[in-house]
């Protein structure tokens, strides 16, 4: 079983719409959970970190956490066409020594 | 400007040949990852360091090596033991906050091609 999983994708939207995002971790003891977005051909960028049960917004974006569940998600609203990227959800181990990426879900937001 | 550097931004490597890739940081962070993306794939953890002179292997360290002799830098050598090197690799630090490495920040890597 993967540490972290995300659809794949391609997950598209028309602009002004809102992407959702969705992530699962198998392990519960797991502490810290981010997001990054990845331009093609570039490094992760961070967007958003969250570290306990509920909703955490950002401008555009809202993180949402469910520990019982082991779900984290990304919601971005008003999408934009240079929100067009891979979104990567990264969760810290329960060490906390470690990150665990899942494999990204690519979004295209269509004008 | 704080960040974290990689050099060379391009790298092309004949069979064979050892090459070095560099990391530096000066955001003051105790902990340094090593990265490998391969097209269509997440991050897979090549080695990573909490301290000076101490690292640890990550999920694929067969073929390469690391250092860690100043807080402010971690080369990543890939050795000619690494018998399909071509991939994007990433540096990322991190630092530590009650207990947990937070936040991972990311260098703008290193594109490795062998020839």
């Known amino acids: 079983q993967k540490e972290v999983e995300q659809n794949s994708g391609p997950l598209s939207v028309p602009e002004g719409a809102i992407a959702s995002l969705n992530c699962t971790y198998s392990?519960?003891?797991?502490?810290?959970f981010f997001w990054y977005r990845q331009y093609s051909g570039k490094s992760p960028e961070l967007i958003m970190s969250?570290?306990?049960?509920g909703d955490k917004e950002d401008g555009r974006f809202t993180a949402q956490l469910n520990k019982a569940s082991q779900y984290v998600s990304l919601l971005i609203r008003d999408s934009q066409p240079s929100d067009s990227a891979t979104y990567l959800c990264?969760?810290?181990?329960?060490?906390?020594?470690?990150?665990?990426f899942g494999t990204g879900t690519s979004l295209t937001v269509i004008p | 400007d704080g960040g974290i550097t990689q050099s060379p931004k391009y790298l092309f490597r004949k069979e064979g040949q050892n090459v070095t890739l560099s990391c530096e940081q000066n955001?003051?962070?105790?902990?340094m990852y090593w990265y490998r993306q391969d097209p269509g794939q997440g991050l897979r953890l090549i080695y990573y360091?909490?301290?000076?002179?101490?690292?640890q292997k990550g999920d694929i360290a067969e073929g390469y090596s690391v250092s860690r002799e100043k807080k402010e830098s971690f080369p990543l050598t890939v050795t000619s033991a690494q018998k399909n090197p071509t991939a994007f690799y990433l540096c990322?630090?991190?630092?530590?906050?009650?207990?947990?490495?937070?936040?991972?920040?990311f260098g703008p890597g290193t594109r490795l091609t062998v020839l």
């Open positions: 990322a630090s991190s630092y530590r906050l009650a207990g947990f490495y937070n936040e991972q920040f």
């Open positions: 392990d519960r003891v797991s502490q810290s």
């Open positions: 969250i570290y306990s049960n």
């Open positions: 990264a969760v810290n181990s329960n060490t906390g020594n470690q990150f665990y």
């Open positions: 955001l003051n962070h105790d902990a």
């Open positions: 360091s909490q301290i000076v002179n101490d690292f």
